[in-house]
Nanobody
């Protein structure tokens, strides 16, 4: 089992910045990819960014590229999401997730942003962007 705890959410004005953090504990060695997802009011849950634990390959959703950065500066199983130039459309509950890319997922053709990769999820942290 893996436990994930998010922190860093809050309320900011458009153009502001926030840094979210996620700390994983437990059987972390069974996972090899971590990601941030978000779900805004009335919207489906969508992937925001992901990072592979070994090697650090990243993926970003098109609408956050150049504004958000995912990193592992706190260790392999501690990931952060630096969010700059925040927009009202970024308002959502943000969730940290951990999963595993293996032969099965590759056979299924699942990409790093596919939520079916992720077995473990945090409780979420709210980000609100408004003026």
């Amino acid at each position: 089992q893996v436990q994930l705890v998010e922190s860093g959410g809050g309320s900011v004005q458009p153009g502001g910045s926030l840094r979210l953090s996620c700390a994983a504990s437990g059987a972390t060695s069974t996972t090899n990819v971590m990601a941030w997802f978000r779900q805004g009011p009335g919207n489906d849950r969508e992937a925001v960014a992901s990072v592979r634990i070994l090697g650090g390959a990243t993926w970003y959703a098109a609408d956050v590229k150049r504004r958000f950065t995912i990193s592992q500066d706190g260790g392999q199983y501690t990931v952060s999401l630096q969010m700059n130039d925040l927009k009202p459309e970024d308002t959502a509950m943000y969730y940290c997730a951990a999963g595993r890319i293996d032969g099965w997922s590759r056979a299924m053709g699942w990409s790093d942003e596919d939520e079916r990769l992720y077995k473990y999820w945090g409780q979420g942290t709210q980000v609100t962007v408004s003026s």
